[in-house]
Each structure stands twice: as C-alpha cells, then as structure tokens.
C-alpha cells in the first residue's frame, strides 16, 4: 500500500489544496527551534506551514503515529492520531488554527473568508479527498475529534524548547 506522504507528492490535486487552503507543505518539516518530547520519545518533523509552523511524527512507527503540531511562537498541540486523520480535519477544516470554540457555525464563517477567495473550494477538497482515498468527517466531527485529541491525549506529548527546557504553551486549552 502506498504511503499517504507518497501520494500526496504523486497528486496534484492533493497537494495543490494541501499547500492552499491548508497551509501544509511536505518539504517544511525543519522546525525553526531545537525542541524534544517531554516523554524523550522521537520526534520528527515532516511538514510546515507558511508562518514557520511543524507537523511532528511522535514516536516509533510509521503514518499511523500521533501528529503535534508546534506554531513559531511557542505554542503545541497534539492535533491528530496519525496522517489519515491530520489529512481528514486539512481537508475539512484547513482554517483549524482559528478554531477556538471548535463549532460548526465558528467554523462556516471561516469558511466564509475562504470562500471570498477560493469559490471552488469544496471541489478542490473532493478532488483531494478522491486523490488520497479518505472518507470526510463531517466539519462538526473533525473539529470534535481534534480537540478530543489535543485536550485528552495530547495531555502526554509536551514539547519543550530544548535550549531553555521550558514547555510550548498549550494551543488548544483544556
């Protein structure tokens, strides 16, 4: 089975839409910052966004691992348990970082500004979507799922800025 990371350089439509609206691009994956797991488990970073953010692997394994996210002002979050959910909630909701009540009505009028911009939007995401073979959560269930994960489970990925040991802030508060 090929590897969705493979996929994703393989397909235009993917990763047209993954650079814009989501802001996701496979070849950032240097973070601006040394940084570690408060756990000592691996880290390693795979892609970034345009304001000098990471996506971060944690731990031993392949895609299915859980994915943090680290912004350039010191805030993390575990945002996913593995590429085929990080992938799910960039392509429903590539506006995630200004969710902050995570709810479906915050989430439309961000969609909204998108829109202003990106009229074809929803076909570019099903194109995507096809490309990479991923079913869509709905946008109320992706943005559940992501501060399910980022408030439950991310409790054990803290990533502290290693020159300092001192811990990112949370990016999504309990």
Same mark, same amino acid.
């Given at each position: 089975m090929q590897s969705l990371i493979t996929a994703i /350089?393989?397909?235009?439509?993917?990763? /047209?839409?993954? #650079?814009? *609206? #989501?802001?996701?691009?496979?070849? @950032?994956g240097d973070h601006c910052e040394d940084v570690h797991l408060a756990s000592g488990a691996p880290l390693d970073?795979?892609?970034?966004?345009?304001a000098g953010g990471t996506y971060?692997?944690?731990g031993e394994g392949g895609e299915e691992r859980p994915v943090l996210y680290a912004d350039s002002e010191g805030g993390a979050?575990?945002?996913a348990?593995? &590429? =085929?959910?990080? &992938? @799910? &909630? &960039?392509?429903?909701? *590539?506006?995630?970082h200004d969710c902050r009540s995570f709810t479906t009505d915050?989430? =439309?009028?961000?969609a909204a500004e998108y829109l202003v911009n990106t009229p074809d939007l929803a076909a570019r995401r099903a194109r995507a979507a096809t490309a990479?073979?991923?079913?869509? *959560?709905? =946008? #109320?269930?992706?943005?559940a799922r992501l501060r399910k994960v980022a408030t439950e489970a991310g409790e054990g990925f803290v990533l502290i800025? =290693? *020159?300092?040991n001192k811990p990112y802030e949370p990016l999504i508060p309990s």
């Open positions: /350089r393989e397909n235009e439509d993917a990763s /047209r839409y993954l #650079a814009w *609206p #989501a802001d996701f691009d496979l070849d @950032r970073g795979f892609a970034g966004d345009g971060f692997f944690c979050a575990l945002v348990v593995g &590429l =085929t959910e990080l &992938l @799910r &909630l &960039l392509l429903v909701a *590539p506006w995630w915050e989430s =439309t009028e961000l990479l073979g991923l079913d869509l *959560p709905t =946008t #109320a269930d992706a943005l800025f =290693t *020159p300092e």
